[in-house]
């Protein structure tokens, strides 16, 4: 079974902190996705990556950074949080066209 | 763009079925998918259409019509456990590589 791992179920963070999110997945998947999801918006893709120190940015990038060092790792970062970025993120990953396999999820509250 | 479109919620009765329709606007196709999802927890992978037609799942199917830009997710026999959120999602051809854009969610209530 793919398995992918966020680091943390649940995070606070204060208002102009650097935020790191974490996501590993163990099927040498080459796709890999950050989402955030908001009650009535869905899930909006942030920034997706297709291969190591390969980035593209999704539909609401703005705030945020991604970096891919290693195939199995796909790390989101938040440069100077914001309250507007209280939100439930989600990590995925797949092969080619076949489907996104999702982490838990982190549920992050910036204070 | 891409718009797609599905009901927001759902109430069904246990052992019934249940239709939950999608409709999407994207300038390329390849292939529409759909999740559940339980509340606090991960999307799951469901089912996948990339031609016209019905798929078959056991209790879920799921069809699609590529020329009418429809969908719809069919779960039978419905439990309690069904309670959940069910996404559609589209893979654009038109978008990046194996991007995947999704609709708001169905909020489907199984009652008894």
């Known amino acids: 079974d793919v398995k992918v791992t966020q680091s943390s179920r649940y995070l606070v963070k204060r208002t102009g902190e650097k935020v790191f999110l974490e996501c590993v997945q163990d099927?040498?998947?080459?796709?890999m996705f950050w989402y955030r999801q908001d009650p009535g918006l869905g899930l909006r893709l942030i920034y997706f990556?297709?291969?190591?120190?390969?980035?593209e940015k999704g539909d609401i990038p703005e705030g945020y950074s991604v970096s891919r060092e290693k195939k199995e790792r796909f790390s989101l970062i938040l440069e100077s949080a914001s309250t507007n970025q209280t939100s439930m993120y989600l990590c995925?990953?797949?092969?080619?066209?076949?489907?996104?396999?999702f982490g838990d999820g982190t549920r992050l509250s910036i204070l | 763009g891409q718009n797609i479109d599905q009901p927001t919620e759902m109430t069904a009765t246990e052992g019934a079925i249940v239709q939950i329709n999608c409709t999407y606007q994207?300038?390329?196709?390849?292939?529409l998918f759909w999740y559940q999802q339980h509340a606090g927890e991960a999307p799951t992978f469901l089912s996948y259409?990339?031609?016209?037609g019905l798929e078959e799942k056991g209790r879920f199917s799921s069809f699609l019509s590529r020329s009418k830009g429809y969908s719809y997710l069919l779960l039978k026999e419905l439990q309690m456990k069904d309670s959940a959120s069910y996404l559609c999602?589209?893979?654009?051809?038109?978008?990046?590589?194996?991007?995947?854009?999704f609709g708001k969610g169905t909020k489907l209530s199984v009652i008894p």
């Open positions: 995925a990953s797949s092969l080619g066209h076949q489907p996104q396999h």
């Open positions: 099927m040498d998947h080459e796709n």
């Open positions: 990556s297709y291969d190591v120190k390969m980035k």
């Open positions: 994207t300038s390329g196709f390849n292939g």
């Open positions: 259409n990339v031609l016209d």
């Open positions: 999602a589209v893979e654009d051809s038109g978008a990046g590589s194996y991007q995947l854009t």
